[in-house]
């Protein structure tokens, strides 16, 4: 009996270890070496920067993109109240890509489809769409060709989920998961046609087109009464999107974290990781998506606004750790950015205008450098400057600790004026005495330049 179990146990961890390594096991159509994946991703490394849009029905109700949810109104109810009043009569993404332009921005994705199901372009696969409502029109193709004009790169957020369509089955985040009937007719629901239609409908994204440069899938939920990579088919969507798109850079939400194949970056959402985030010990692209306010689609009510500060130093820190910003405006129902947008839009322009060579093709600085009080270093591995960034203005004095040595020449970034600074002379000075032996001691204005956050570019030896 024992001898029985013992076989018995061998061959379950013979099973699961098998599954565990074909589940990590790269296939054929994954396959990539690191300097083939760096490569692809370089433009988006350097760039950091980008605008995501949330715009879609729920602009009509204008209270928050998951409203179909949180107010759990049926597909049919929905549909019937804002359908047929959607009509973005002063739509113009040429305006939109200026925007996005003229703030520093180097990429923009807009919402395909969001979880409501219904498709800004002219899908051949459902009713549910930009033409047929007042619009009466593909909304997709003049964003996409006003960003090339923009020089901009082109991404596509694509929603896994849908509550519109009839074969989505019900599940913990349906805006019917409270409604016993309709949770009932799941036996009535085929996942596995709903697959074949995302497949349908992502084809036409990535072939209709032209080059796609971002995928952004929104998301995975597995578990008891969610959906995970299963009920996707993720590898199966995964491995159609590189076929047609073999450049695109994917994100991580489609519930194959468990690979080193099926994500490209990790994206942090509505918060700051306290570092540059790792796996399995290995730093890993990443991308934080934040909003201006509590809301990704227009809400005409939200009052949680960040201010200019606030974004430019978010923006700063995040290049500090490694990583990109995605910043979200959510357009209004008549299709342009309300004035809190595009005021702070404009602002972080204007700073980004003298101060983005701080920002683009910079990264974490190098260990050796630490970090002074109140501001945050980026640094340009191919240019070999570092720049701090003064998040509190100082009263004349700012101290680099240990960076003695390592400094050619100091200058202010937003005018390029020198920044004197110098080392402790003789112990006991009474202006030197709290600098170490090994610090800099930077000599500032007492009044702060007219810039929202200075920075000091320094040219290392």
């Given at each position: 009996m024992r001898t029985c179990m013992l076989v018995l146990l061998l061959i379950g961890y013979f099973v699961s270890s098998t599954r565990a390594q074909s589940a990590t096991e790269t296939p054929q159509w994954a396959q990539e070496s690191q300097t083939q994946k760096e490569q692809r991703m370089a433009w988006w490394r350097h760039d950091r920067f980008g605008m995501f849009i949330h715009w879609g029905l729920y602009a009509v109700p204008a209270r928050h993109e998951w409203v179909q949810q949180r107010e759990q109104t049926s597909a049919e109810a929905y549909k019937e109240k804002y359908f047929n009043v959607f009509d973005p009569d002063l739509y113009n993404p040429k305006e939109w890509a200026a925007y996005a332009k003229e703030a520093g921005m180097k990429y923009v994705v807009l919402t395909a489809r969001h979880h409501e199901g219904f498709s800004l372009w002219?899908?051949?696969?459902?009713?549910?769409?930009?033409?047929?409502?007042?619009?009466?029109?593909?909304?997709?193709?003049?964003?996409?060709?006003?960003?090339?004009?923009?020089?901009?790169?082109?991404g596509f957020y694509y929603s896994l989920i849908d509550w519109h369509h009839p074969d989505f089955t019900i599940d913990g985040t349906h805006a019917l998961r409270n409604n016993k009937e309709a949770r009932a007719g799941n036996d009535k629901r085929d996942m596995s046609k709903y697959r074949q239609f995302m497949k349908d409908q992502l084809t036409e994204l990535l072939t209709d087109y032209g080059k796609i440069d971002l995928l952004f899938y929104d998301f995975s939920y597995p578990g008891p009464d969610g959906k995970g990579h299963d009920d996707w088919d993720s590898e199966g969507i995964l491995k159609l999107t590189r076929k047609l798109q073999p450049d695109i850079i994917?994100?991580?939400?489609?519930?194959?974290?468990?690979?080193?194949?099926?994500?490209?970056?990790?994206?942090?959402?509505?918060?700051?990781?306290?570092?540059?985030?790792?796996?399995?010990?290995?730093?890993?692209?990443?991308?934080?998506?934040?909003?201006?306010?509590?809301?990704?689609?227009?809400?005409?009510?939200?009052?949680?606004?960040?201010?200019?500060?606030?974004?430019?130093?978010?923006?700063?820190?995040?290049?500090?750790?490694?990583?990109?910003?995605?910043?979200?405006?959510?357009?209004?129902?008549?299709?342009?950015?309300?004035?809190?947008?595009?005021?702070?839009?404009?602002?972080?322009?204007?700073?980004?205008?003298?101060?983005?060579?701080?920002?683009?093709?910079?990264?974490?600085?190098?260990?050796?450098?630490?970090?002074?009080?109140?501001?945050?270093?980026?640094?340009?591995?191919?240019?070999?400057?570092?720049?701090?960034?003064?998040?509190?203005?100082?009263?004349?004095?700012?101290?680099?600790?240990?960076?003695?040595?390592?400094?050619?020449?100091?200058q202010f970034l937003h005018d390029g004026s020198e920044v004197k600074y110098t080392s402790r002379t003789e112990p006991g000075s009474h202006m030197t005495i709290t600098a170490g032996a090994e610090d800099l001691i930077v000599d500032l204005p007492v009044v702060k330049p007219n810039v929202e956050i200075p920075v000091i570019e320094l040219i290392l030896e």
């Open positions: 002219n899908t051949k696969l459902s009713d549910y769409k930009a033409p047929n409502t007042p619009a009466k029109k593909d909304l997709l193709k003049p964003f996409v060709e006003a960003c090339r004009e923009a020089g901009l790169k082109v994917v994100n991580d939400r489609l519930d194959l974290n468990h690979t080193e194949w099926g994500w490209d970056y990790k994206t942090p959402e509505q918060f700051m990781p306290s570092k540059w985030p790792e796996v399995n010990g290995k730093r890993v692209p990443w991308e934080t998506c934040q909003t201006f306010s509590g809301s990704w689609g227009y809400h005409r009510d939200e009052n949680t606004w960040k201010s200019t500060n606030q974004l430019i130093a978010m923006l700063i820190e995040v290049v500090s750790k490694g990583g990109n910003l995605l910043l979200n405006v959510g357009p209004t129902a008549r299709g342009y950015f309300d004035d809190r947008a595009t005021e702070r839009l404009e602002r972080i322009g204007k700073w980004m205008k003298y101060n983005s060579r701080s920002i683009y093709g910079c990264t974490a600085a190098p260990e050796e450098f630490k970090k002074p009080d109140n501001c945050f270093l980026t640094y340009n591995p191919d240019t070999k400057r570092l720049y701090v960034h003064l998040l509190q203005w100082p009263f004349k004095t700012l101290y680099l600790p240990g960076y003695k040595g390592k400094v050619k020449y100091a």
